[in-house]
Every structure is written in C-alpha cells, then in structure tokens.
C-alpha cells in the first residue's frame, strides 16, 4: 500500500511540474491597445490636411504631447498569445497654420510628405 502511495505522489509530482516547462499550455488572449492603424487610412492621409480631417481619418490620437504641441501621436501594440508584440507608430505634424506639414509611419521605415 505504501508503494502505491509512494508512486502516485511521484506520478502526482511530475505531472505538475511537467506542466509548468510545457510552453503554450495557459491560453493567453490577445490584447490589442493603442489607436488600430489600417493601412487604408493611412494612405487617406495628405499634407494640407486639417486636425479635424486627421481626427476623422484616424481617430482621436492616443497621445498629444503638450511639450510638442504641433504633433500628434497614434500608437498601436498588438499582443498575440505567446507572440512577440507588434507596435506601429504614425506621428502627424502640423505647421504653424494648423496644417499637416509631415506624416511619419514607423511601418513604412520612412516619412510620407505628400503634396495634394
């Protein structure tokens, strides 16, 4: 009796611990954060553009930098279970007008100045 006492506990024991090396076993949720960026949008963009014609494109920007007045910044992270985060970055800059002078997309590695 002893032993099967004995070899359940060990059985017990490394069922547990196994699981705890297994990647993958606790289902994870994908956690989307920030402002969702389509490239469609994005192409929507122009330089002339008004803030409010920016905010209708894209939305209200996740952050306005009250240090940097003339920017706004629209941020997207995108976690998938067990994957490596994505994030996306567009930066809009306004001259001193009001008006969209440049358009910076981290996904395109480079700036879009678009004349109308």
């Known amino acids: 009796m002893k032993m099967k006492s004995l070899f359940a506990a060990i059985l017990v024991a490394m069922s547990v611990t196994s699981c705890s090396t297994v990647k993958k076993v606790v289902y994870r949720i994908d956690v989307p954060q920030g402002n969702y960026l389509e490239q469609e949008n994005i192409d929507l963009l122009r330089v002339g553009m008004t803030p409010e014609q920016v905010e209708y494109v894209l939305g209200t ?18 976690r998938e279970g067990y994957n490596e985060p994505e994030q996306r970055n567009v930066f809009v800059y306004f001259d001193a007008n009001g008006l969209v002078s440049k358009i910076d997309d981290s996904n395109a590695n480079n700036e879009i100045n678009l004349e109308n």
Request: proline share 6%.
């Open 61 to 78: 920007p996740m952050l306005k930098n009250i240090f940097e007045t003339h920017r706004w910044d629209y941020v997207f992270i995108k």
